[in-house]
Structures are given as structure tokens and as C-alpha cells.
């Protein structure tokens, strides 16, 4: 019989901490959201989630192919050309992060609007 730990995000040692971490980052969500159209070329998902550097979506990528959310495709051919999907893990991942693109896209005129006020206040 094996043991298996009850994880809790809110104790400091859980080491699930690490993966909402990586997946709260705004970076690793924009490119969750435009993977889960399909395999797509790193100049595309460049081009896709505005803003990011070249050097920020190479390092972003490379730790979600390390947490195993995305597979990254190289095909042998001049110019190299590389491609990266979700896998079955992040494609979990899509459906919750679409949801907070889409909540954030519907809400940040009331968002706005508090700032305004609290700054105003203040």
C-alpha cells in the first residue's frame, strides 16, 4: 500500500505551491489559452500573446515542458522548425485559465472604476 501525502497549497513546505505559482503567472496563462487552439509555432505564440520577449516565452515554455504541460515538437528541417502543444496535463489547465481570460476581459470596467474610486479616496 502506498502513501500518498495530503497536499495543501496553504502549508509553506507543499510543494504543490511551486505549480500555482508557475500556473498564476500571467505569462504561463496567456500561453495556456492560445495552446488550447492547438500546436502553434513559437514565433505564433510570440506574435499571440503580446508584449512577451522572445527570452520570457523561451523560459516560460521550457518550465511548463518541464511540469509536463506542454510537449514541444522540433521537426528536422532548415530552418529548424519547432512547435509547441498542450499535453493531456494542461489541456486540464485551458478550460480554468480561458475562465479567468474571460472574467478578466468581462470585468475590468468595474475593475477601472474601483481603482478610480480607491485612488480617489485615498
Known sequence: MSY?????????????RTSLARIANKWTAMIVIVLGKGRTRFRDLRTAVEGISGKVLTETLRDLERDGLVSRHVFAEVPPRV???????????????SAIGQWAEAHIAEVLD???RYDRER
Open 114 to 116: 474601483a481603482r478610480e
Open 83 to 97: 512547435e509547441y502543444e498542450l499535453t493531456d496535463l494542461g489541456r486540464t489547465l485551458h478550460a480554468p485559465l
Open 4 to 16: 500518498e501525502p495530503d497536499w495543501n497549497v496553504l502549508t509553506a513546505t507543499c510543494p504543490s
